[in-house]
Structure formats: structure tokens, C-alpha cells
């Protein structure tokens, strides 16, 4: 897919134009904003994981039928999508009140809400996103009445199978927020999902230490904000890095003082640490181990949270849990 120019630079993504009418690139910046931009930084990083968290939220929606923007994540940063007209609306979906609301109402912060709260924000940043009613989206023709009703569907569902998502894997979904965007399919207009779903855009706690797994360890100045989200990709079982063609072996001498510096098979026949003979059997070994080892771990469920309760030792399907 030929990347041509660029079409639009919000401030965690830019999206590129390709030769394919209809079809763009959505690039994942490391930028970081918050209080309406008056807090920036660059994070390193983040955009990589807000890419793979992502479309592994999108994709896994768009296998329970919620039609989404994402083709296809093309490498660590970029994605091609459907271009789509964006509805200028930020849909908040709020399962326990914290943030905006807890200041603006008085409420306090933590209140589990009786059912999810559904939110309107007009998407301005010159007016700081303001919250509206829906009478207003419907006063200036934001969007119709249909599709607000559709979206709100939309919106019950996604919030439904998040919170599934998420808390099989220890952590609450506090908030987040959706966009839409309309696309024509055979001539019809339909509403589909887009922007992303990420730390990002979502309050993300730990079910049961409360920590912040989410863009408010920026906010708050909490640090740590790349091992929260790596955190969080790895809960979801998203692989990182790149998978080897076959099993890599690297020596390393046995020195503290030293490091363990890296070395080569070179030099432990030069320095006479082990022979050629002793190597070749070390490495025919290490090799049986490996497939053994994948084989072993494959089987079970490696769950390797701090959160992990000590009752919990087998998952939903029986596999044995493992703990850090
Ligand atoms: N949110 C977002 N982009 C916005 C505003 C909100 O992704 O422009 C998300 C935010 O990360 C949180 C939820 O929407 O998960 C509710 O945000 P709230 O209005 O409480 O935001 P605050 O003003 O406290 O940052």
C-alpha cells in the first residue's frame, strides 16, 4: 500500500492518503496531550502499543458484528482504514464516575454507576470539547435521530464486550470514549466504529489494586505510563516483538562485575571456557528444552500479574494459571 500525502494531523495521529480511493493510513504518533492541550509531552512508545491495543480491540469487535474503520494493522505504527466521515461527536461511556464528571457534578470519585452513562461531547477543540445534550446534536444536524440510536446500540454493545474483555483479565473499565464516522456501502450511508479504542482513550484500573492502567498517569503525573500500557497489551495476550524464524542462542559469560557482557562461540574456544564438543551438545540440548518449554507454556495460561489472586488457579477452561 502506497503511503501519498497527508491528509489530517490530529494530536495522537496523522492519517495519510494511498492510491486506494477510500482507503487511508492512520499513524500512531508517541505525542501525548491532555486538558484540552495545554499538557503535552512525547511519550516513546505509546503510539507503538496504541497501534496493537487497538486493532486488537477493533478487530475483536468487528468479530461480534460491531462494523469498524480497521482493514488491517500494516506495521508498528501504521494501519490502513476506511476513510469515513467523522460524526463531530465524542461518545463518553462511563461505568464508574471519575474525571470530568466527579468535578462537574460533585460526585464522588469511584461511584459505580447503576447502568452505563452514555455522554455527548461536541468534537471542538477551540471550545475545549464542550458536553451537549442530544437535543443539540439533532438541533445542528450533528447527526440524525437514526443515527444517534443506532450509535447508542452500538455503544451498549461495545461497552458490554469491553468489560467482559477486560475484566478476564483483571482489570475494570472505568470510561472511554467512541467515535463514528459514516461510510457509504452500495450506495447506502452507514455508521461505523473508527478513531481507536487504546489506554489512551479509556480508564483502565487494575480489578484489584485500583492502579491506573491509562492515559491519567500522564494527567497525574503518575510515571511508569509505557510499562502500564505494555501491561495492559500483555494482559490481552497481544505478542510483542518480532517472532524469530527459528530459536535464537546468545552466550553471555558468567561475570557481575562485568555485566554478563555478550559474547561469541568464538570466545569460549579462545578462552578455553568450554570445547567445541561441549558446546555442541549444550546447544542440541538447549534446543530439545526450547520446543519442550513452548510446548509446556503453550498449554497453559500464563498469567503473570502482580494481581493475580492466590485462589485463582486455573482459568475458565481449566488451564493451569501460572504466577510471576
Ligand atoms: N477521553 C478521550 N478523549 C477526550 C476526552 C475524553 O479519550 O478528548 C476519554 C478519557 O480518556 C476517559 C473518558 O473519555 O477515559 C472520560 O473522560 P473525562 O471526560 O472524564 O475526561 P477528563 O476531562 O477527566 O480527562
Request: hydrophobic residues 40%; positive net charge; glycine residues 6%.
Amino acid at each position: 500500500m502506497k503511503k501519498g500525502k497527508k491528509i489530517h494531523e490530529g494530536k495522537a495521529k496523522i492519517i495519510y492518503a494511498t492510491h486506494v480511493k477510500d482507503l487511508v493510513i492512520q499513524y500512531f504518533k508517541d505525542d501525548a496531550t491532555a486538558f484540552n492541550n495545554q499538557k503535552k509531552s512525547t511519550i516513546e512508545g505509546k503510539g507503538v502499543l496504541n497501534n496493537r491495543i487497538s486493532e486488537h480491540i477493533l478487530s475483536n469487535l468487528s468479530q461480534i458484528g460491531i462494523k469498524n474503520h480497521l482493514v488491517k494493522r500494516l506495521n508498528m505504527r501504521e494501519q490502513i482504514i476506511k476513510l469515513v466521515e467523522i460524526i463531530p461527536i465524542e461518545f463518553i461511556v462511563r461505568n464508574v464516575a471519575t474525571g470530568s464528571i466527579t468535578k462537574r457534578l460533585g460526585i464522588e470519585d469511584g461511584t459505580v454507576l447503576k447502568e452505563p452513562l452514555i455522554e455527548f461531547c461536541l468534537k471542538d477543540d477551540k471550545l475545549g470539547d464542550p458536553l451537549i445534550a442530544e437535543q443539540h446534536i439533532l438541533a445542528f444536524y450533528w447527526a440524525s435521530k437514526k443515527e444517534i440510536d443506532k450509535v447508542k446500540k452500538m455503544i451498549l454493545r461495545i461497552n458490554d464486550f469491553m468489560i467482559g474483555m477486560f475484566r478476564g483479565v483483571g482489570i475494570k473499565l472505568i470510561d472511554f470514549k467512541l467515535e463514528f464516522g459514516r461510510l457509504k456501502v452500495n450506495g447506502k450511508e452507514e455508521v461505523i466504529l473508527a478513531d481507536e479504542i487504546s489506554p489512551d482513550t479509556c480508564r483502565l484500573w487494575d480489578s484489584i489494586t485500583d492502579k491506573k492502567l491509562d492515559k491519567d498517569r500522564f494527567r497525574k503525573d503518575l510515571g511508569d505510563l509505557i510499562p502500564a500500557y505494555t501491561e495492559v497489551a500483555k494482559r490481552l495476550g497481544i505478542e510483542d516483538g518480532t517472532v524469530l524464524k527459528e530459536p535464537l542462542i546468545e552466550f553471555c559469560l558468567k561475570d557481575d562485575k562485568l555485566g554478563d557482557p555478550l559474547i561469541a562461540e568464538e570466545h569460549i574456544l579462545a578462552f578455553d571456557w568450554a570445547s567445541k564438543k561441549e558446546i555442541e551438545k549444550v546447544k542440541k540440548m538447549i534446543l530439545r528444552i526450547n520446543d519442550f518449554m513452548i510446548g509446556m507454556f503453550r498449554g497453559c495460561l500464563l498469567y503473570t500479574s502482580d494481581a493475580a489472586d492466590d485462589s485463582l488457579r486455573v482459568d475458565l477452561v481449566g488451564r493451569r494459571i501460572i504466577k510471576k
